[in-house]
């Protein structure tokens, strides 16, 4: 496979950066205003980055990209184990329990610094067309509100 190009590269750390501080990919037209490039270069540079995999994303689903780390990129030692503490409903109403059920690795570098995590996973399928299906785990930043 193919490497990709210095521009593609600039793409990709545009995307994992925008991930760090937003917390969810940037759309294509986010790629396209940060380059000053129209919005097909910006998707022939992403889908070039699919086809080369550094990214996966379903077409027509706007920030469905996720990054795709090699062993080489991820150190282990920035590892954050983030606790799944129960269920949450996606369907017919049910309370989310709050029971330990072991915990999630998820790399630090996806996570806001100085920010408290949580998982919960998903029963039901009210979410599907949000992307979030029955058994997925959301990840959930902890705030009052």
């Known amino acids: 496979m193919k490497e990709p190009t210095n521009r593609q590269r600039e793409v990709l750390a545009f995307i994992v950066e925008f991930i760090q ?11 396209a205003e940060n380059f000053s490039i129209s919005v097909k270069g910006a998707y022939d540079h992403v889908s070039a980055l699919k086809r080369k995999g550094k990214l ?14 090699t062993g080489e990129e991820w150190e282990f030692n920035n ?20 029971n330990w059920d072991g915990a999630v690795p998820v790399h630090s570098s996806l996570l806001k610094k100085n920010r408290q995590y949580f998982a919960l996973k998903v029963k039901g399928d009210s979410m599907r067309d949000a992307g979030i299906l029955e058994k997925d785990t959301a990840l959930i930043q902890k705030q009052s509100n």
């Open 21 to 31: 501080n937003h917390s969810y990919p940037p759309t294509i037209r986010e790629i």
């Open 56 to 69: 996966k994303f379903e077409d027509k689903r706007s920030r469905a990209m996720e990054v795709i780390r």
């Open 79 to 98: 590892v954050v184990n983030v606790p799944i503490l129960g269920v949450v409903a996606a369907g017919r109403p049910i309370l989310a329990e709050e």
